[in-house]
């Protein structure tokens, strides 16, 4: 690539993913890295970001033509968490002055971006890692994949999350693994549970509950990032079960929406508009099942779902077109 660029980045849990595109936003190239570029996430945080960029844009690619870029990365909570992000970033060696905050920021900015929408659009009034001094559109995203957060942006302009609450919502992968598994270790799991059963068993690689029983006394797996992951890799069959009628996939299923609906409630308290637009996110709310049921639960008269203008990497370039904060 000879031509300016813009770099979006979408940093979470379990993958870089990466979009480049030409100054007239046309893709040029995206890249779903398997690796987080969080160090809390994954010890090879600032290696996966480099080889995330390198496969994206070419290694002998000069950065100099590098017009804007922004990475929103997972764990970006507060303005302190920027020192260990820039040190993510640095060893790309960018020209431009990069564009880091929190990865809720480039998705909703993507999610209700609105060209023309001059009289709607609110400057920003928050933290720089929740984009402070960027323009976007009042609305709420409730992510649950990996990871989970319920943000807002408010009518006001103020930057809302669940997490100023103190409230972590419960709709990542691991969490309904846990639930699931705990549920079936207690004796909770009935007939028409039977195929989750297999599935659970089959995971763990152990022949009865009782084996699965005793790999929980011993912790399962010690190292807390392998156990999460390896339980995430979970969540699918739960989700299936749930389709499939199985009560304690269901029970479980309800448990997590409960919460993230609990969550987006707590951040809508700071509007002032009637109605107000959500935008589902991740692979566990993307599930139809599992979005089925939040679309549900949520008050039609006070929320509206919408699927998103553009995905969190557009969200990015956008954010990184945009300007310096």
């Not at 598994?181 to 068993?201: C, P, Q, T, W």
């Not at 109605?275 to 049921?293: E, F, N, Q, R, T």
Request: glycine fraction near 10%; proline fraction near 3%; hydrophobic fraction near 45%.
């Amino acid at each position: 690539m000879a031509q300016k660029i813009f770099v979006g980045i979408d940093g979470g849990g379990t993958y870089t993913r990466v979009l480049v595109t030409d100054l007239n936003f046309n893709v040029l190239n995206y890249v779903n890295y398997k690796g987080s570029p969080v160090p809390i996430k994954d010890a090879n945080a600032a290696q996966n970001m480099q080889n995330a960029m390198k496969l994206a844009i070419g290694e002998n690619f000069l950065v100099e033509n590098v017009a804007g870029f922004c990475a929103g990365l997972a764990g970006v909570d507060f303005d302190d968490d920027l020192i260990w992000a820039r040190e993510i970033v640095a060893p790309l060696g960018l020209k431009c002055e990069p564009v880091i905050v929190n990865d809720c920021i480039p998705a909703h900015y993507g999610a209700f971006w609105q060209a023309n929408s001059e009289n709607e659009c609110k400057i920003i009034s928050d933290k720089i890692v929740r984009g402070a001094g960027f323009c976007t559109n009042p609305g709420i995203i409730a992510v649950g994949g990996t990871g989970s957060i319920v943000t807002a942006i408010n009518d006001s302009g103020a930057a809302v999350t669940n997490y100023d609450f103190h409230h972590y919502a419960g709709p990542r992968a691991r969490d309904l693994a846990y639930l699931a598994v705990y549920r079936l270790i207690a004796g909770e799991f009935n007939d028409s549970d039977k195929e989750l059963k297999a599935a659970i068993l089959n995971h763990f690689n152990a022949a009865d509950v009782a084996g699965l029983t005793k790999l929980g006394v011993s912790g399962f797996i010690l190292d807390d990032k392998l156990r999460d992951k390896f339980f995430g890799e979970l969540a699918p069959e739960i989700t299936d079960a749930a389709k499939c009628g199985s009560a304690a996939a269901k029970a479980v299923c309800n448990i997590a929406v409960d919460d993230i609906v609990r969550g987006i409630n707590l951040v809508a308290g700071s509007f002032k508009l009637s109605k107000i637009s959500v935008v589902l996110m991740g692979g566990v709310l993307k599930d139809d099942y599992i979005s089925g049921l939040v679309k549900s639960k949520l008050k039609s008269d006070r929320f509206v779902v919408k699927e998103p203008v553009f995905d969190a990497c557009m969200g990015a370039v956008k954010m990184a077109a945009a300007g310096k904060i």
